[in-house]
């Protein structure tokens, strides 16, 4: 059971200290308490774990300081989107939002290798009027043998980059703590001139430490892709993880899964679980279309595959998109044959825009007729 308090109701106010007296007579009950603070204000909400079911909501709605009472279920206590409840997990980082309602573009490089494809990269983002990318500098590798990412070497360029071409949000995979804390330092050093969303790659999904650690720090935001092999009930298990430690700001990510059944595709796409992840849990939704097509095939249509996978992704209200672009994709360093080149970046936004208005035009019909079929 989650009790939501009154806006300003903080730990240091009268109701809470009389609600805390009142909740301690529940022996059987443990609280925990996480506090949202906002620029405007602060919101406190109480997380009642133990025997619940024994509490009646009117009563725990008549305690001091409670605005709302939300019975959870088992799964996805934080995350989940529990009985009818409509609270989102929709947050502001760096001046960008990220909701169930919104889009957002990440195009940028798989990999960093040198400054001048960063820098050709973020001009060519600023003048589409992009404020977000990708950009690499931790790649876990299947082979040991295959560059590994310039690591640490490369962030004062990249963030100083980014910076000058007015990019509030790249989204970054961290493999180990150390990473976290490196981002940290090099972002310090450049006077912040960017944020940075920490990306949890689909071959740490399951790293239950990092997923402690990346959680435990409240200051970046967190995008969790999905792991390639598990199910997606134990992907959402993995972002819960990061919501426990703390940290709300999580985005989850779609990337496809591995079926190693000769598919015409690097992973099966499963962007159909788009509406599905929104309706379990509050969390926005991304899909990666390079990591689950991998390749720049094209259709007799002249659209490749992975603007047509992109489209049923974004058609189906996807919230973010992470997608590879290279300025020389014959000499990326990792996942060339992928990427998108810069040329195509405007052809590309243009058809996410076509299906975002599509989607969007489908919410209206839904608006307009749901309300004749009950149960919908
Ligand atoms: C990536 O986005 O660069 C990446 C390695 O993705 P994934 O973890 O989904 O393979
Ligand atoms: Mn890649």
């Not at 295959?146 to 989204?171: E, M, N, R, T, W």
């Not at 330092?185 to 790293?207: E, K, P, S, Y």
């Amino acid at each position: 059971m989650i009790l939501i308090l009154r806006p300003n109701v903080t730990r240091e106010s009268d109701d809470f200290r009389q609600l805390s007296a009142h909740l301690a007579q529940f022996s059987n009950i443990r609280s925990r308490i996480h506090e949202e603070r906002g620029e405007q204000q602060t919101l406190t909400e109480v997380y009642l774990i133990g025997n619940t079911a024994a509490l009646d909501i009117d009563d725990m709605r008549a305690l001091p300081g409670v605005e709302r009472v939300v019975r959870v279920s088992e799964e996805y206590r934080i995350l989940g989107r529990h009985h009818d409840e409509q609270r989102s997990c929709e947050f502001v980082y760096n001046g960008v939002r990220f909701g169930q309602d919104n889009l957002n573009v990440f195009a940028g490089l798989c990999a960093v290798d040198t400054p001048e494809h960063v820098e050709l990269m973020l001009r060519a983002l600023q003048a589409h009027g992009q404020q977000c990318t990708r950009m690499g500098a931790y790649k876990p590798r299947t082979n040991p043998y295959s560059f590994q990412g310039h690591g640490k070497q490369c962030l004062p360029y990249v963030f100083d980059l980014a910076g000058k071409y007015g990019i509030k949000v790249i989204a970054m995979e961290v493999t180990h703590e150390s990473h976290v804390d490196e981002i940290r330092n090099a972002l310090h050093a450049t006077g912040q001139a960017t944020g940075v969303m920490l990306q949890i790659g689909t071959r740490n999904t399951q790293n239950f430490e990092l997923l402690k650690i990346v959680g435990r720090q409240l200051e970046f935001p967190v995008l969790l892709k999905r792991g390639f092999g598990i199910t997606l009930e134990e992907s959402l298990n993995a972002a819960e993880y990061l919501a426990s430690e703390g940290n709300r700001m999580i985005v989850f990510g779609l990337r496809g899964m591995k079926t190693n059944m000769g598919d015409p595709h690097r992973n099966f796409v499963d962007f159909a679980h788009v509406p599905v992840v929104k309706r379990l849990t509050r969390m926005p939704v991304c899909i990666d279309p390079s990591h689950s097509v991998g390749s720049r095939e094209a259709s007799p249509d002249h659209v490749m595959d992975m603007m047509h996978v992109t489209a049923q992704g974004v058609i189906a209200g996807a919230n973010m998109i992470l997608v590879d672009f290279h300025p020389a994709p014959s000499k990326a360093l990792v996942d060339g044959p992928q990427a998108l080149y810069l040329e195509e970046l405007p052809w590309y936004l243009e058809d996410v825009a076509i299906a975002r208005e599509a989607y969007e035009k489908r919410i209206s019909a839904a608006r307009k007729s749901a309300k004749n079929f009950p149960g919908i």
